[in-house]
Each structure stands twice: as C-alpha cells, then as structure tokens.
C-alpha cells in the first residue's frame, strides 16, 4: 500500500525533500520515477539523480521561465511535456512517484488535471506518491498521509542574495 505524500508552502527545501525521499527510497532497492515539471533549466541535483540506478528522471525540454512570462503557445508546449511525463509515471509500474511543483502545473492548468487526480489516487493501492509545490488544492491535502508546510522564515533573496549554485540550484 503505498501513501500521499504532500510538501508545499512558500518556504526553500520542498524538492530538496522530495529528492531526499527519492534517494532514501532508491537506496532500498525501490524504482523511483521523479518528474520534474515547470523546470528546463540545468540544476547541480541532476548529475547525481541521473547517475543512480534505480532513478528515473524527466524534466521539461527547456527552460520557459515563470507561467505569467509565457506566451500562449509556450502554455501549451509545456502542459504537452507535463502530460507526457504524467503518462510516463502512471503507464509504467514504480513503487514511488515524485511529481515535482505539482501544484503550480496544477493550479495553472497546465496538465490534465483530471488525469493526473485519477491517476495520483488509484496509483497509491501500490505506489508510494510525493507531490510539490506552492497552494496545493484541498483535494490533495484531504488525502495526503504525509503534509509538510514549509515555511519561509528568512531568506537570502531578501538581501538582494541572487540564487547560489550548490543551495538553490
């Protein structure tokens, strides 16, 4: 039986703990499939993901940039690349499913969402599933067995601190 995994709020570490999940899960012999959706730009955690076995990891073609800075028909080339790796998560058999930023693919419309809701709750009879990201809707938090909020206290940004190799990407 698998369980639902939720890690959102405003605050810095919710992938870096969905990828703590992956790598503590993959580390037991479990296959993990990790999409990465909203995110094209090249981070320092892809050179290790990509070298674990039991890993499998997909990501967007390329970088877009924020969903208010993109065109119509960038919308739309990135909701092809969400389903896309939807399907690849639910059509093959994993024991744990990590839909990175989730929920702002999710709340933009950016995927199937009726798919993706079907798929997320019929796949927990055997798949463990982990989703992220910022305002996740009731739904999810209704049947989540794990919640994590975390919560931005303090953070760099707000001293003009740009994004650091290594912490933030």
């Known amino acids: 039986m698998g369980m639902l995994h939720v890690y959102c709020g405003n605050g810095k ?3 870096t703990a969905a990828i703590g999940l ?34 499998t990891l997909m990501r967007c073609e390329k970088d877009l940039g924020f969903v208010k800075s993109m065109t119509q028909a960038e919308k739309e080339q990135m909701k092809i690349w969400h389903d896309n790796m939807l399907h690849e998560a639910f059509e093959k058999s994993f024991d ?19 798919y ?39 953070h760099p940004f707000e001293k003009g601190i740009r994004a650091r190799k290594g912490i933030e990407f």
């Open 116 to 154: 993706a809701e079907e798929r997320i709750f019929s796949s927990l009879d055997n798949s463990e599933i982990a989703l992220t990201g910022r305002g996740p809707d009731e739904k999810f938090l209704k049947r989540a067995d794990y919640v994590s909020e975390i919560l931005a206290v303090r």
């Open 22 to 55: 992956a790598v503590r899960a993959a580390g037991a012999g479990m296959s993990v499939f990790i999409a990465q959706l909203m995110k094209g730009s090249d981070t320092s955690e892809l050179v290790i993901l990509k070298s674990i076995e039991n890993i």
């Open 96 to 114: 744990m499913v990590i839909l990175d930023e989730f929920f702002s693919a999710y709340n933009y419309g950016l995927m199937d969402k009726e």
């Open 13 to 15: 570490g919710k992938t």
